[in-house]
């Protein structure tokens, strides 16, 4: 059974432009408004105006509002919930990227295929054991960016709703949460990052969404570095397993992971993350102003050639050793 957090923290992946066929296309709408789709009841009239989005069977909210486009599997509540989340990280990240997310922002949200979910009460009495979600339907991907016609599009993956039949004959509604805020801000980064023009090699992209991913968000509603997030600490445990030349040659066919067709470098991401917090704290040590932005950082971190960074590889090991993880 895969742990959601390991599911977290190893298995995002990153779209190619217009490579998944997943993907449908959502329109932008002349007006802002909330609207909620039934798609069973307004087939005959929606269907042509809002293009494929709602012909995936999952949608069951559409919400076009004035600075974004979501399309989610759940009622008006929870997709609200997701708004919510999704505006609160676009206005952090802009921030902290210098950029300005266009309104063609597309966000859908789509429905993990799970096996089902089965609960058994413990041997004492005490406790519930929940199993079944172990083979989500494309081998770890919790979502992916990409941009079609201009438009930035996220795609992320969530869990539906489910019922549980108690041992006692009630049916229990149940809803899980795969860490969603942490994919959207990851995906969200990758938007941002692109529009930055902080695109790079695979290192450097999924080094700067996951940085953004694992942050925390302060008493000021603004997003800070957590010390040592998961990623780091894998990174940490098994930093022997993998040369820094792995980590700077790592390519990723985005569909071809989605398939299952290809293996992901698992170790890519713990360790790109490491890569790029130990390039971002020498970066601060050598350019210590308050007012250097992220962007700025970034851009001079990109630029580095591989064999700069292969000198580097020493010293970012012993800082990794040294992680104080408590
Ligand atoms: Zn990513």
Request: charged content about 20%; glycine content about 10%; aromatic content about 8%.
């Given at each position: 059974m895969l742990c959601p957090r390991l599911l977290v923290c190893a298995s995002r992946y990153r779209a190619r432009r217009g490579h998944s066929p997943y993907l449908v296309r959502m329109p932008r709408l002349p007006f802002a408004l909330l609207i909620v789709l039934s798609v069973a009841s307004c087939r005959s009239q929606s269907i042509s105006e809002f293009g494929d989005t709602v012909r995936d069977a999952d949608i069951r909210c559409l919400a076009a509002e004035p600075d974004m486009t979501i399309a989610s599997p759940f009622g008006p509540r929870r997709t609200d919930e997701l708004l919510t989340k999704v505006r609160a990280n676009l206005v952090a990240l802009e921030r902290l990227f210098e950029v300005e997310v266009p309104?063609?922002?597309?966000?859908?949200?789509?429905?993990?295929?799970?096996?089902?979910?089965?609960?058994?009460?413990?041997?004492?009495?005490?406790?519930?054991?929940?199993?079944?979600?172990?083979?989500?339907?494309?081998?770890?991907?919790?979502?992916?960016?990409?941009?079609?016609?201009?438009?930035?599009?996220?795609?992320?993956?969530?869990?539906?709703?489910?019922?549980?039949?108690?041992?006692?004959?009630?049916?229990?509604?149940?809803?899980?949460?795969?860490?969603?805020?942490?994919?959207?801000?990851?995906?969200?980064?990758?938007?941002?990052?692109?529009?930055?023009?902080?695109?790079?090699?695979?290192?450097?992209?999924?080094?700067v969404a996951l940085e953004l991913e694992y942050s925390e968000w302060n008493e000021a509603g603004e997003l800070v570095r957590r010390p040592v997030p998961v990623t780091l600490r894998v990174a940490h445990r098994r930093r022997a397993d993998a040369t820094l030349d792995e980590v700077l040659a790592w390519k990723e066919d985005f569909g071809a992971v989605y398939t299952g067709d290809e293996q992901p470098f698992l170790l890519g991401r713990p360790l790109a993350h490491a890569l790029m917090r130990f390039l971002l704290q020498r970066d601060e040590r050598a350019f210590p102003a308050s007012g250097e932005s992220l962007r700025a950082r970034l851009l001079r971190i990109r630029a580095l050639e591989d064999d700069e960074l292969r000198a580097l590889e020493p010293e970012w090991l012993a800082w990794l050793t040294d992680l104080p993880l408590e």
């Open positions: 309104a063609t922002l597309a966000v859908h949200f789509r429905a993990l295929e799970m096996p089902g979910i089965e609960m058994q009460l413990s041997e004492d009495g005490q406790s519930y054991d929940v199993s079944g979600m172990e083979a989500p339907s494309h081998h770890g991907v919790l979502g992916y960016s990409t941009r079609r016609r201009g438009a930035p599009e996220v795609t992320i993956y969530v869990v539906p709703t489910g019922t549980l039949a108690h041992p006692d004959g009630r049916e229990i509604t149940v809803s899980f949460d795969f860490g969603t805020e942490l994919t959207i801000r990851h995906e969200l980064a990758h938007v941002c990052a692109m529009l930055a023009d902080l695109n790079g090699p695979t290192w450097f992209d999924e080094g």
